[in-house]
């Protein structure tokens, strides 16, 4: 079992970046294909992007081009860089984990095993 715990989140002007941070305890994240989520209240979980065990990554369609995930194994540590902020990027960001396939990366919230409790972002306009 892996337990993540996200950070980095905050309120941030449009346009601005931030760094958000996943780190992983329990179990070597190596073993894990890790992805991003996001959800704003009264709205359904959305993928944001995912990063296989073999570094492949996908990003959601609305936030290619200015957010990228990355993960560095050595530390446990799994990123989402994101620029280019806007109003509708505000949300809660979560962390999540599954074993799986060496460059699967799924976008489904279901096909997910492990979550952790969410970073706040707001972007003001």
């Known amino acids: 079992q892996v337990q993540l715990v996200e950070s980095g989140g905050g309120l941030v002007q449009a346009g601005g970046s931030r760094r958000l941070s996943c780190a992983a305890s329990?179990?070597?994240?190596?073993?894990?294909?890790m992805g991003w989520f996001r959800q704003t209240p009264g709205k359904e979980r959305e993928f944001v992007a995912a990063?296989?065990?073999?570094?492949?990554?996908t990003h959601a369609d609305s936030v290619k081009g200015r957010f990228t995930i990355s993960r560095d194994n050595a530390n446990n540590i799994v990123y989402l860089q994101t620029t280019s902020l806007r109003p509708e990027d505000t949300g809660a960001y979560y962390c999540?984990?599954?074993?799986?396939?060496?460059?699967?990366?799924?976008?489904?919230?279901?096909?997910?095993?492990?979550w952790g409790q969410g970073t706040q972002i707001t972007v003001s306009s």
């Open positions: 999540a984990a599954v074993a799986t396939s060496y460059n699967d990366t799924p976008k489904r919230r279901s096909d997910y095993k492990y």
């Open positions: 990063i296989s065990r073999a570094g492949t990554t």
């Open positions: 329990g179990r070597t994240l190596s073993a894990y294909t």
